[in-house]
Nanobody, 125 residues
Framework: QIELVESGGGLVQAGDSLRLTCTAS????????MVWFRQYPGKEREFVAAISWSGEKTDVQDSVKGRFTISRDNANNAGYLQMNSLKPEDTAVYSC??????????????????WGKGTLVTVSS
């Protein structure tokens, strides 16, 4: 069992930046693809960004492309989501997930093996 803990959320103003961190409980983290999803109140979760196990491939949702960057540090069992130029519509609970997927494609991102509980990001206008 792998535990994931997100941190770095908080209340910021529009235009500010935040960096979310996803910390895994084991070195096995390095073998898994990692994703970030977000969920608005009463809505289904939506894909934000993904990164392959090696970090060589990344995928970012169009609505945050150019503002959000996903990265990882396998040596420290951690992944990150750098969020710049935040907007009020980015307000959501952000969760990370890791898993083994056959292809680095969006259809598989929902099938992560492990998920964190999430961290709340609130962007005021």
């Amino acid at each position: 069992q792998i535990e994931l803990v997100e941190s770095g959320g908080g209340l910021v103003q529009a235009g500010d930046s935040l960096r979310l961190t996803c910390t895994a409980s084991t070195r096995a983290f390095r073998h898994y693809a990692m994703v970030w999803f977000r969920q608005y109140p009463g809505k289904e979760r939506e894909f934000v960004a993904a990164i392959s196990w090696s970090g060589e491939k990344t995928d970012v949702q169009d609505s945050v492309k150019g503002r959000f960057t996903i990265s990882r540090d396998n040596a420290n069992n951690a992944g990150y989501l750098q969020m710049n130029s935040l907007k009020p519509e980015d307000t959501a609970v952000y969760s990370c997930g890791i898993g083994t997927i056959p292809y680095f494609e969006r259809g598989y991102y929902y099938d992560m093996n492990y998920w964190g509980k999430g961290t709340l990001v609130t962007v005021s206008s």
